[in-house]
């Protein structure tokens, strides 16, 4: 590709990544409509938080497959959503060495935050009927 | 700061609730996680932190995250409206009284329900 | 009727920090703030240093913050805006003197979306054919008078003055969405950057704040998703 | 400080902007000062159209519009001017097309093309599709597409720098001496900076914020006019000064001509079409001067309207919705804003507004400024648009017709002075030739006491508007000339309030009125010494045409005792003047 357009400028690099950011809070942003709001409906309305004990979580919603990979799902979701807000918050609010100190340190507590509720969701052994 | 000063419109006011909005929830989410992390570490502290969560205060608490998500959610929802269909910007005050309608349709019960245990002495 | 006018001045070879000034102004409902300006000056103090030209809301030049909201001085009425009324110089730009910013950077960014056609075709003998249709996808943005009212009120410009700012989008989706251009792809890319449409938080104080009633907001949009579509 | 470049142009409208472009293009190395930033041009305000005879819409020919243009200005116009306007006019809105100009387009594409006044077919026969348009922002698109053009061709711009004098070498521009640069005041720091150059053009605008009701911007206050008259060069009929029909009631805010070319009607307090007793055949779409002059008959004849029956009605209701929102929007708007009147359901109050200068600083067909009756060009100095009289308008410019004059002759000066530059040398410019204005600008900066500028200008405002307006006698004109001759003796004693250097409007205001006087002064006595009346130029004693002794352009010399007075014959090449009727 040519690096000056017909008018002589300088064509920026094209790294495509704050669209992709963009595009990807838009997409995470829908899922999370449906998992977000509805994890949020199900632990408060259907259940009441007092009654979702951690034996209650491990027997019952992690008892299913299927429950695990919705909450998985949703976690996968909210770290991207919400890191990714978080970041554009940051980077407009700060500038220089304070912004790429801060969004490093996003980045790190995301994947930490991403490992350990991988962990929590996924590693639990299924109890035994 | 001069920024105060602006008296922004309904766009305005929807993208500080937004940010804001946005900004408390993911604070919530790292804490969320942290304490479901427990489940699988510590089922005794976790249901010490659940006991927080289900107290009047947690309720109150929660009831605001609630709010949050939803006000974050249906704003969200505008947002993605017209970004894929420009042409509804036109409306975007409407988009955002709409979505005000239904978060007091649906957040009212939904407060309620949560609430209740507060008088109700459930827990 | 008598109108309270405060005014945000600053005379950097006199001043170290802005301040407010306050004069008592006879004005008519139909008046507008341009013309209490103009007779602040003549009457009352004639250091008070604002831009004006056309005084029809057609050159742009007195673009300013009036009662917390971007207004044309010469396009405001008293009426709408009652007795007290406020008036600083636009945000988010360095002031020269009272309401006189610097429109340097502003301008830059204009140009930096190459707001120019570019034909890669010869022109022909007679005029390039457009249709009333294509025409009219871009009339919208051919309204701009680049008075940086829009730049100004946008919280994401205050927040990154790198941000291009909706001006520039503006004058940019005049040439992308003209079907005689042939350098919409360049453009493109140059709003695709970090500092381009993605700082577009859809706050609409930039509509809200254009004297031309520039849909300014949708053009962003539809830029951005111009962007997506040649992308994605 | 010192700059150098091959040309400047001093202005940044249509005229300039165009020439400019041009210039940039061959590769000449130019400068364009403007005391506005580029954008915010008068030419910007033009809304109505720009006429062509591209026949998009109906059978058109260049000769029509030649003869239009020539019967419009009272046979007054220079008639090979006239020619190349209407000639040229074609190619260079297609050329302005070609750069990017949004035009309004026909079902199949074409420019669109609308009526305007006094543009007719076959030589007066009836109202022709001639004005090309963009909505009614065509001066906007204009201003706009050339901008964007020399942004394009890399034009060097001086925004916001202040021309407040012309450098001639080997004597004053009125005798003999050639073009050698310019000197600026920086507005955001108040430097002076001297410009030299090969060639420079005066595409400065109009001057009509000499009277107190205008459809002009505060800055349009005859700058290049005044400086080339200070230079010894004269001014060319200035007492033809154009009074447009459709100001807003009381601001003079510009309703544009447009609005009866898509049918608007003018109407009196008897609700009745006046215009109908004026030009029965050309009706409201009759030249500007007889429009506006009707006007003013209807309002003497007591059949105004309002409180003190001093303004008509514009009406644009029974053209329905769709027309006034999509071709008249933007006046649509002036409308609500400025008198809160809406024009969909209410007629708009209106009363004419100073508007053109015809006259101005005289050119030939190169745009080579001329300093007598023999039309010796003054070297190196070059006008263009309003400020220029080439002359294309004579008595009475039509409608649109200020537009092609900026395109045709602001591209033609742009030619000219680049086979100039690439000819000539870069003239010698002695050092601190700035002193002299320097030494004016510190006088009037620092004067400790006297009397404030801006009632001084609204002195001559409201003056020049009583008494060099739409009708004239020679008592009025007389008062005028006095009345400019005192207030030009108490400008001597004007004093700034604002000392700073810093972005210091209050002086320039002030220096910006002393154009103003100068361009007052030749107008009052232009017009007070044309015993005819023709065009514009419209007097109560002497009601009548003279072609047997004024068929012949003023040029006003400045004079230490007043402006003394030559005159210059009109070329007329295919049409002997007849009466004047629509
Ligand atoms: C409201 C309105 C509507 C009009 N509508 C039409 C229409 O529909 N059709 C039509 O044909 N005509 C119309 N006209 C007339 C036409 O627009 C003007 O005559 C024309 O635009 C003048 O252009 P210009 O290039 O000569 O000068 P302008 O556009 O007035 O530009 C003058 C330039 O000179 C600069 N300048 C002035 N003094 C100095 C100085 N001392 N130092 C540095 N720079 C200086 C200014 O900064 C500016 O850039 C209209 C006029 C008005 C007022
Ligand atoms: C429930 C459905 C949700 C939807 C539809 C949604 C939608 C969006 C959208 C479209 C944006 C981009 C706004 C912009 O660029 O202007 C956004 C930003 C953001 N979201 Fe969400 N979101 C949702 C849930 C969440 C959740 C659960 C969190 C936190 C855990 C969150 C945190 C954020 C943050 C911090 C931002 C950045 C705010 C800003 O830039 O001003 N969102 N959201
Ligand atoms: S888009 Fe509107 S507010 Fe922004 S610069 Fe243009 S005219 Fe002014
Ligand atoms: S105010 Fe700013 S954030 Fe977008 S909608 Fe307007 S540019
Ligand atoms: S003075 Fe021209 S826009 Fe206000």
């Known amino acids: 590709m040519a690096l000056y357009t017909r008018a002589g400028r300088a064509r920026p690099q094209r790294s495509g990544f704050e669209l992709g950011v963009w595009y990807l809070m838009r997409l995470s942003g829908l899922a999370l409509f449906v998992l977000a709001l509805g994890h949020f409906s199900i632990t408060h309305f259907i259940f009441d938080p007092a009654t979702q004990t951690a034996q209650w979580i491990v027997d019952d919603r992690w008892g299913s497959v299927l429950w695990r990979t919705v909450d998985w799902l949703m976690l996968t979701m909210v770290v991207l959503h919400s890191f990714m807000g978080v970041r554009t918050v940051v980077q407009d609010y700060t500038a220089g060495g304070a912004r790429t100190a801060l969004t490093m340190l996003l980045y790190v507590t995301g994947i930490a935050l991403f490992l350990m509720g991988t962990i929590a969701v996924m590693t639990l052994p299924f109890p035994v009927k | 700061m001069r920024y105060l000063q602006y008296r922004g419109g309904e766009g305005m006011l929807a993208w500080a609730f937004h940010r804001i909005s946005g900004v408390a929830i993911w604070a919530f989410v790292l804490l969320h996680v942290l304490d479901i992390w427990l489940v699988g570490a510590n089922r005794g502290l976790y249901d010490d932190v659940l006991k927080l969560y289900a107290s009047p205060v947690g309720r109150v608490g929660e009831t605001l995250l609630g709010a949050a998500l939803l006000y974050h959610a249906l704003n969200g929802l505008r947002i993605i409206v017209m970004d894929f269909w420009p042409a509804t910007t036109v409306f975007h005050k409407q988009l955002w009284y709409a979505s005000w309608v239904v978060f007091v349709v649906v957040g009212l019960p939904g407060a309620y329900i949560i609430l209740r245990p507060i008088w109700a002495g459930v827990s | 009727m008598q109108v309270d006018l405060r005014i945000l001045r600053f005379d950097p070879e006199r001043d170290a920090a802005p301040h407010w000034e306050s004069y008592r102004v006879d004005a008519e409902p139909m008046d507008r703030v341009l013309n209490l300006l103009i007779s602040v000056k003549a009457d009352q103090d004639g250091t008070l240093t604002f831009r004006r030209s056309c005084a029809h809301g057609i050159c742009g030049s007195d673009a300013m913050l009036i009662n917390g909201r971007n207004r044309l001085a010469c396009k405001i009425r008293v009426d709408q805006l009652g007795r007290k009324i406020t008036v600083a110089p636009l945000t988010g730009l360095p002031v020269m003197k009272d309401l006189v910013v610097d429109m340097d950077g502003f301008l830059a960014k204009y140009r930096s979306v190459m707001p120019f056609l570019i034909a890669d075709t010869p022109p022909p003998e007679r005029e390039r054919r457009q249709s009333p249709a294509d025409r009219a996808r871009y009339d919208d943005t051919t309204k701009c008078i680049l008075c940086a009212a829009c730049t100004t ?22 040439f992308i969405f003209d079907t005689r251009d042939d350098a919409g792809d360049e453009r493109l890319e140059i709003l695709a950057d970090k500092d381009g449409v993605w700082r577009c938080r859809t706050i609409f104080n930039c509509v809200d704040a254009c004297p031309r009633g520039i849909n300014i907001t949708r053009a962003i949009l539809e830029v951005s998703r111009a962007v997506v579509e040649r992308t994605v | 400080m010192r700059i150098d470049h091959d040309a400047l142009v001093v202005g940044a409208g249509g005229a300039g902007l165009w020439a400019a472009l041009e210039l940039a ?19 910007g305000a033009a809304q109505g159209g720009v006429c062509a005879a591209l026949g998009n819409q109906e059978e058109d020919h260049w000769e029509w519009h030649m003869f239009d243009t020539v019967k419009g200005g009272d046979y007054l116009v220079d008639q090979d001017a006239a020619e190349v306007l209407a000639h040229e006019a074609i190619e260079t809105v297609i050329e302005l097309e070609h750069m990017g100009l949004p035009f309004n387009r026909t079902p199949d594409g074409k420019i669109d093309q609308r009526r305007f006044g006094g543009h007719t077919r076959n030589f007066g026969e009836a109202p022709v599709k001639r004005a090309c348009f963009a909505a009614d922002r065509t001066g906007h698109m204009i201003l706009q597409t050339l901008y964007q053009n020399c942004i394009k061709a890399g034009v060097h711009f001086y925004d916001e720098y202040h021309v407040v004098d012309l450098l001639f070498e080997g004597g004053e521009g009125g005798d003999g001496g050639r073009a050698a640069g310019v000197v600026a005041y920086r507005i955001a720091d ?14 400065t605008g109009g001057n009509g914020r000499m009277f107190s009701i205008t459809s002009n911007a505060h800055s349009l206050t005859g700058d290049g006019m005044a400086l080339a008259y200070r230079h010894g060069i004269p001014l060319e009929d200035m007492e033809f000064y154009q009074f447009h029909p459709t100001g807003i009631y009381g601001i003079g805010i510009l309703l544009s001509e447009a609005a009866r070319g898509e049918g608007g009607t003018l109407l009196n307090s008897e609700g009745e079409r006046f215009m109908a007793r004026y030009a029965p055949k050309a009706m409201e779409l009759a030249p500007r001067d007889m429009v506006s002059r009707a006007i003013y008959l ?40 400025y008198l809160g009147v809406e024009p969909l359901t209410e007629p708009v109050p209106i009363q004419p507004t100073a508007h053109y200068a015809m006259g101005g600083i005289p050119t030939d067909l190169r745009t080579r400024v001329v ?7 003054v070297e190196g100095l070059f006008a263009a ?10 008595a009475n410019r039509l409608g649109t017709n200020s537009l092609v004059d900026l395109l045709v002759f602001g591209r033609r000066a742009g030619r000219e002075m680049t086979a100039y530059c690439r000819a000539a040398t870069l003239p010698a410019i002695a050092p601190a030739v700035e002193e002299p204005v320097r030494a004016e600008l510190e006088a009037l900066r620092t004067r400790p006491d006297g009397e404030s500028p801006s009632a001084l200008k609204d002195d001559l405002a409201t003056l020049m508007m009583d008494n060099v307006g739409v009708f004239r006698t020679a008592p009025m004109m007389a008062a005028a000339v006095a009345g400019v001759a005192q207030i030009k003796e108490r400008y001597t004693r004007v004093r700034v309030r604002d000392t700073g250097r810093v972005f210091n409007t209050d002086l320039l ?62 070329t007329i090449t295919r049409f002997e003047p007849k009466p004047r009727v629509y």
């Open chain 4, 298 to 337: 209807e309002i003497r004849d007591g059949r105004g309207i309002g409180p003190k029956k001093d303004y008509v009605y514009l009406d644009v209701r029974h053209l329905g919705r769709a027309v006034i929102e999509e071709k008249l929007p933007d006046i649509t708007e002036f409308a609500r804003v």
């Open chain 4, 385 to 394: 648009g309003e400020a220029a009289c080439v002359s294309v308008h004579g």
């Open chain 3, 153 to 174: 009120a946008c919280p994401s410009f205050w927040a990154q003055p790198s941000y291009v700012g909706p001006a520039a989008i503006v004058n940019a989706h005049r």
């Open chain 4, 25 to 43: 293009r061959a590769g000449i190395s130019t400068g364009v000062l403007t005391k506005l930033y580029p954008t915010r041009s008068h030419t």
């Open chain 4, 371 to 377: 300093r007598d009756e023999m039309n010796t060009p």
């Open chain 4, 509 to 570: 205001e002030a220096r910006e009125l002393g154009y103003l006087i100068d361009c007052a002064e030749a107008m009052a006595t232009s017009a007070i010494s044309r015993t005819e009346s023709r065009g514009a130029h419209s007097r109560d004693d002497f009601p009548e045409r003279d072609d047997v002794n004024f068929l012949a352009h003023t040029l006003a010399y400045r004079g230490e005792a007043g402006p003394s007075l030559r005159y210059k014959p009109v």
């Open chain 4, 190 to 203: 108040g430097e002076l900076h001297t410009f030299g150059a090969k060639a420079v053009l005066l595409a």
